[in-house]
């Protein structure tokens, strides 16, 4: 798998906590009430709306540090069966330790404190994050979701490619894991017996959200007096770029890497299988050899021994490795081979349009 070190770590935010602390009591009663009503029908996540405004904020932030890995905090409503993204803010680039997540959680703080004087949405919905050829799928991702979730219903997180954005796409997207996923997961049952009996494959770790961007209609009136008269913009020549072997051997590149990460799970698991077997047999033969125990000692009318000894070593049970890592890295694999698809498909059209351009 890509090498993801560098990623600076979001920090959970405990604002929602303090906002809510510091509200009346009238408002604080409203809020439980409200609460209570949507934990009993809770409305399933159809789409995230963004402000253009933080969708440029996240823009600009990624592409001013590529290809170093940033993230950012989002902020906005839950609305019905809408996220709201209004606004959001990055979070600074520092060595991971204890000092710099101190430092860190201050700042985001101190941070929601002043937009809250100023009347901005302060409502922690998730937080975004830049990525490589869209190298995402990892531990830590998954690790942060669950933290989120301790604090916040409902929350994503917006993923922004900038080397894919150079290619003439909008590479932005929405996640959040699926329930069952979570289910699972919190309670240490990524095992395959387990991922069986609720029909768990890879594709069901992560959910992709609709993303939908608004404007007001003020901000959609003055983008109409700034649009050219020619139709034709910059990011309709960057998809006539006929050259995008670096981004292919790129994208190769990293593919062979996830075979190789794949390869070396499936050993893991062929030695627990081997490691499974093998203690079988030796179960089965001191199985054997305690019968034939008990048969003579009975003939001697002597007591039978037990057929199984927990002190034994061969009834330890073989710890089982998690599948969560293989699942990440076919994730990612199957992620490297539609990106590799797209882009020759692309380039095909496009030499087929020179090929007709240049025979007229």
């Known amino acids: 798998m890509a090498n993801r070190k560098g990623l600076p770590k979001p920090f959970l935010c405990l604002a929602l906590v303090i906002l809510y602390a510091a509200a009346p009591g ?105 990525c490589l050829l869209g190298s995402f799928q990892t531990v830590e991702l998954i690790e942060t979701f669950m933290n989120y979730q301790e604090n916040i219903r409902r929350c994503v997180c917006i993923v922004y490619d900038p080397s894919r954005s150079s290619q003439g796409v909008l590479a932005l997207k929405a996640l959040k894991l699926t329930d069952s996923f979570m289910d699972l997961y919190r309670n240490n049952g990524l095992t395959g017996e387990k991922l069986r009996e609720k029909k768990l494959s890879w594709v069901d770790i992560f959910e992709e959200i609709p993303i939908k961007v608004s404007n007001s209609a003020l901000v959609s009136a003055f983008m109409k007096e700034l649009e050219p008269e020619s139709p034709v913009t910059q990011c309709d020549f960057e998809r006539l770029k006929l050259s995008t072997a670096p981004f292919m051997e790129r994208n190769l590149e990293f593919l062979i890497g996830c075979m190789d990460d794949l390869s070396s799970e499936q050993n893991k698991f062929q030695y627990y299988y081997r490691n499974l077997s093998r203690q079988q047999s030796q179960q089965q033969a001191w199985l054997q050899k305690r019968r034939q125990e008990n048969m ?49 498909g692309q380039n095909f059209n496009r030499l087929y349009l020179m090929k007709a351009l240049h025979e007229d």
């Open 26 to 130: 009238g408002m604080r009663s409203f809020l439980q009430a409200v609460s209570t009503v949507t934990e009993e029908a809770p409305t399933p996540l159809r789409v995230v709306q963004m402000e253009g405004l933080a969708v440029l904020k996240i823009i600009k932030h990624c592409e001013e540090f590529a290809p170093a890995l940033v993230t950012g905090q989002l902020l906005g409503l839950d609305v019905g069966s809408v996220l709201e993204v209004t606004n959001c803010f990055p979070f600074p680039i520092r060595e991971e330790d204890d000092e710099a997540d101190a430092d860190g959680a201050n700042y985001q703080l101190e941070m929601m404190r002043c937009l809250r004087e100023v009347n901005v949405d302060n409502n922690t919905i998730g937080w975004y994050q830049s």
């Open 296 to 344: 003579a000692r009975k003939a001697a009318g002597e007591e039978p021994l037990p057929e199984e000894d927990p002190s034994n070593p061969i009834f330890k049970p073989v710890p089982e490795p998690s599948r969560l890592d293989g699942y990440l890295v076919t994730n990612q694999i199957s992620s490297y081979c539609n990106h590799i698809n797209g882009v020759a």
